[in-house]
């Protein structure tokens, strides 16, 4: 079988399962599954770009997404009134603060001839800086989180509320998405330019507490992001339900589909967001391929395949891999930006490093790492799995527990268990792949 | 009598707690070290191993509770301990049986192994919650402290109480134990000797007729037995959460590479300084203080340098400032 052949079969069959949700549970679970299928698969294809073309073990993907989706209240929430003059400023002010405390220490560190006078010196100057950094910003944090903490009690975002000018559907919206991507390329250079150096396992360990620090800190800095309350309501660049059951012109199309307005509407916004993601998606698609077939990506491969050999080859091994875990790191948080639009809320308690690290790894390499196209389909594949097992195993154990007599505490506690059936099954996934198939579905050439 | 009140309050909330979290921490980073002497990967799956040997353990000790068993004023957790060893062994050699030795009989690049131990994760953490259920769960038992705060304020007339829990005790007596009876293992007897010399130098320990796949299986049944006694002394001290063991493997991990992967001893120190610079930077100091300064010198707010949620940022930091300076651990680690 040619390859063209082998890869439009996969990609039908992936077709024909969503198909099938079509038929079991209807259009709108199908749309949600593309749409956040779509999603995934351009996580997939950061985490590609870093993995598959450079080598680099990245798990801390979670916090690029949620970075992303910080991105997303920045655009789309209006700033809260009077939060930027009760203590805004000071809070950024704090921030340069910090961040030339540690500039300052880097500088003392290469200017200072090593011995004890120099690390005296930088412990002098990272203590005198956090606790200058924490006077100044502490009462302005609490400044600004006391206003109207049950609604706001956070700096807001940039939003000039675009609604008041008669715009209707809020295009603005879609800025957050690149705005996600530099966000998370911003923490991805501070990263890289630590960690890059670092021998593999290192780098992975690295990450991982990065990923989580950022969702702490999500979590509990309540100006930024107002931490575990949540920020609902974020505009969204597609109309909105409501408007389109007003709309007699739509409620017309919607009586032509056979359809009610209620379900037209639905359906109608998922079809909006899929068309905006799959934009975005192709255009990253064409970005990757062309990235992978250029100099600059066999130069890539060559120091995956041999660091010691490129390097004699004079490539820069070092700034290549800050490039392309910047690179990639961006198109995850550009992904996260996206994620946090649909939802229309930012929610940092929900991220979990089992859900938005490892299943993309897990796409990453079902799909077959070194490949566009396989992270493309492993994105898809994987969350159609993800979303599907859990009714899948909840039928599976009615059906094994069908004998037992009804109310014994068995039969029940494996019906309630069927829920957990999600990680045992994208675990054995995973193992089954990296066995059998090391390379994935689509194999890089 | 100020400076006695400061130093209880400071043994109470300060050193008491940091010395109990970092035995816990430096028989979990024992485990992971150990798995990179031998084995030469990262592994992944160690939190989630301490969940399912405590799991395990959690699970008979509520068997042993129905049929009415107890320790008296000990937990009755302790009793059913070297089940859960016995059941997380089975687990762990079925795990290399199926799973590792296929990759190691490759020659699999260590990476791919790390990416391995991430599905192993994922089962272990499925399997957990599938049986035990996400919530917390309870399975202490037994006298609460050795010294209550309460008794201690009435014996001594002091304003500032100290209490030593049941919990804290159990866990520093078993870790001394425990860690006195790896080291003996791995220097005095014969396949100890072989486990360090195979991690030292494969090629010549394969030479002089050590047998690899003996020294793989001890290592797993040690790993396994530490993790469960971290696991329940872990459970026993907090609460038992599924969640929580996954979340433990970056302190685990900072402290096995703070003190050199691959080396026990550096595991134990690391485990030490993660827990006492956690603790010290997340503890509000201003208790202490209150009995230290002079009046007008006493601090206004807490005295907290990091929120408690930061934690993690606390072991990071060190982790990153020891790999930025001293990749190789303030013991002499292995740098492959």
């Known amino acids: ?445 | 009598m100020d400076f006695l009140n400061a130093l209880i309050a400071f043994a109470n909330f300060v050193f008491i707690p940091g010395v109990a979290y970092g035995s816990q921490l430096a028989l979990g980073a024992l485990g992971v070290t150990l798995v990179y002497g031998i084995l030469r990967f990262s592994n992944f799956a160690h939190g989630d191993t301490m969940a399912m040997g405590a799991m395990a353990t959690v699970l008979i000790t509520w068997l042993f509770q129905s049929w009415g068993i107890s320790l008296g004023p000990l937990p009755t957790a302790l009793l059913a301990l070297p089940f859960g060893i016995l059941f997380a062994i089975g687990l762990l050699l079925g795990t290399d049986r199926m799973i590792y030795k296929f990759y190691r009989v490759q020659k699999a690049k260590p990476v791919i192994l790390v990416i391995v131990s991430l599905g192993i994760t994922f089962i272990y953490n499925g399997l957990t919650r599938f049986v035990i259920g996400a919530d917390d769960q309870n399975f202490f038992d037994g006298q609460r402290f050795i010294i209550s705060a309460r008794e201690f304020k009435a014996s001594t007339g002091l304003p500032e109480g100290l209490s030593f829990k049941t919990t804290q005790g159990i866990t520093i007596v078993t870790a001394i134990i425990v860690v006195a009876a790896l080291f003996w293992f791995l220097n005095k007897t014969r396949a100890g000797k072989s486990m360090r010399a195979y991690s030292d130098n494969e090629d010549l320990a394969l030479l002089s007729g050590i047998n690899p796949e003996r020294v793989v299986m001890i290592t797993w049944i040690i790993v396994a037995s530490l993790a469960t006694i971290a696991g329940v002394l872990y459970g026993l001290d907090k609460s038992f959460k599924p969640f929580t063991y996954f979340q433990l493997l970056l302190p685990i991990f900072a402290a096995a590479i703070v003190g050199g992967l691959g080396n026990p001893l550096g595991a134990i120190a690391g485990g030490f300084v993660i827990a006492f610079s956690e603790v010290t930077i997340t503890y509000a100091w201003k208790k202490v203080l209150v009995y230290l300064m002079p009046e007008p010198l006493e601090p206004s707010g807490l005295v907290q340098l990091l929120s408690t949620d930061y934690k993690f940022a606390v072991s990071f930091v060190i982790l990153l400032i020891v790999l930025l300076f001293k990749p190789t651990g303030l013991f002499k680690g292995q740098s492959v």
């Open chain 1, 1 to 445: 079988m040619s390859e063209t052949v082998r890869n439009t079969v996969l990609f039908g069959l992936m077709a024909f399962l969503i198909a099938g949700v079509v038929v079991v549970q209807g259009w709108n679970s199908a749309l949600l599954i593309i749409a956040m299928g779509l999603i995934s698969s351009i996580m997939a294809l950061g985490v590609n770009l870093q993995w598959g073309f450079a080598g680099l073990f990245n798990v801390g993907i979670m916090g690029f997404v949620a970075l992303g989706g910080l991105a997303a209240i920045v655009v789309g929430m209006p700033s809260t009134p009077g939060a930027m003059s009760a203590g805004g400023f000071i809070v950024l002010g704090a921030l340069a603060l910090g961040a030339a405390t540690i500039a300052l220490a880097i500088y003392t560190y290469r200017r200072m001839p090593p011995g004890w006078g120099r690390t005296v010196a930088m412990l002098v100057i990272i203590v005198a800086g956090f606790f200058i950094f924490r006077g100044v910003l502490d009462p302005a944090v609490d400044r600004i989180e006391d206003i109207n903490p049950a609604q706001t009690g956070y700096l807001g975002g940039i939003n000039p509320r675009w609604a008041e000018f008669g715009v209707d559907a809020d295009l603005f919206m879609l800025l957050a998405w690149p705005l996600g991507g530099l966000f998370a390329a911003a923490a991805a250079w501070v990263i890289g330019k630590t960690a890059l150096g670092l021998r593999s396992d290192y780098l992975a360990i690295a990450t991982l507490g990065i990923a989580e620090i950022i969702i702490a800190v999500m979590k509990n800095e309540d100006w930024l992001t107002r931490g575990v309350k949540n920020v609902i309501g974020i505009p969204r660049p597609v109309p909105y339900e409501v408007t389109l059951q007003n709309d007699p012109a739509f409620v017309e199309r919607a009586a032509g589909w056979g359809l009610s307005p209620v379900e037209a509407s639905t359906l109608w916004v998922k079809v909006c967001y899929i068309v905006l993601f799959a934009v975005v998606l192709v255009l990253l698609m064409w970005m990757s391929q062309r990235a992978l077939h250029s100099p600059w990506g066999r130069m890539l491969r060559a120091i995956r395949d041999n660091e010691t050999a490129a390097e004699a080859m004079g490539k820069d091994v070092k700034a290549r891999h800050l490039q392309v875990f910047i690179l990639g790191s961006a198109i995850c948080g550009i992904a996260g930006a996206m994620m946090t639009t649909m939802d229309g809320q930012l929610t940092p308690g929900t991220y979990q490093p089992l859900r938005f690290t490892f299943l993309v790894w897990v796409m990453v390499i079902v799909g077959g790492s070194g490949n566009n196209l396989g992270s493309v389909l492993g994105g898809f594949l994987i969350w159609f799995l993800w979303v599907q097992v859990e009714p899948m195993g909840l039928g599976l154990m009615n059906l094994i527990t069908a004998g037992m007599e009804e109310g014994s505490a068995l039969k029940e506690h494996l019906i309630e268990s069927a829920a957990h059936m999600r990680l045992l099954t994208m675990g054995l996934v995973l193992l089954l792949v990296l066995r059998f198939s090391p390379r994935g579905l689509i194999p890089e050439k």
